[in-house]
């Protein structure tokens, strides 16, 4: 018999949901001043450097890029693109439309995008009967969070950027199938490493955004350095220190309270979803209850999930 969690595993699990739920009120805020690609690039920059600084107090060094790139940069090259650089950039893009509370709703719907990849490319992950029912439900729930109108609307801004985010959430769902294919390299390393892979892959991008725009503010600043430094950099720390102490399973629990900590950041701050968004939360949160299983995967919100076995 395994012993529960630690009283100093709840205190990081309590920290990780917080830097993951404030992350999309920081998002709004920094995409108010600055174009989505520019705070993509910044916030990863900044997560890397802190990152690769870990790493090296830590003794441990990034597989080689010189004079003959290590096979391993192929998979941390994809872990970055699919579970930083794309969500990131969509999802930022989405906020520059919608609330950060309703950004929140629909990427909890990220665990039943994975159980559903995972049914069809990993091997033992069949869909049973309640995963199936799970999977149906959230479903639904992400159906009644876009509503109708989006069948009548679909070039428009509002629902472009629902779906940029939903992009965004389906980008970190690839990257837990991805990430099971894990070369041997130590959870620090693959963090580093792939939000260092991001960041090189967003760079182009960002720096031509930051030429052809205007010069983002200081909050928008200071929000893209608190994303790098927090929802980046020191929750991918706190997760990698979590998902070794007390494990997978436990660490799962953040989807349920990482949204319902970003609505209520986003009610503080003048937000109101309607009775409609808390419906849709109910539904996804009763199909991520009925739908779990053996695939775990932690909140959407900046996270850079380790090799086994979450990610």
Known sequence: MTAGPRAKDWIWFFSLVALWGTAFAITKLAVAGASPAVVTMGRLWIGAVLLLVWCARCGERLPRLLPRPDPAWLWLAALGLFGNAAPFFL?????????????????????????????????????????????TLGFVGVAVLVGPAALTDLGGA???????????????????????????LSARVVAAGMVTAAAVMMTPFGVAAAVSGPAPGWSSLAAIAALGVGATGVA?????????????????????????????VGWWIGERPGAAAFAALALIFVGLWLGSGRVRSGSALGSTPPPRPRS
């Open 91 to 135: 999802i930022s893009s989405g906020q520059t439309r919608i609330d950060s509370a309703l950004a929140a709703i629909l990427t909890a719907a990220m665990p039943l995008m994975t159980a559903a990849l995972a049914h069809a490319f990993v091997a033992g992950e069949r869909a049973t009967w309640r995963k199936s029912a799970g999977l």
């Open 158 to 184: 509002a629902t472009v950027a629902q779906f940029a985010v939903l992009g965004g959430a389906f980008c970190y769902a690839v990257n837990v199938v991805v990430a099971r294919r894990a070369p041997d």
């Open 236 to 264: 991918a720390i706190v997760y990698m220190q979590l998902v070794r102490s007390a494990g997978p399973t436990f660490l799962a629990q953040a989807n349920f309270l990482t949204p319902v900590t970003a609505v209520a």
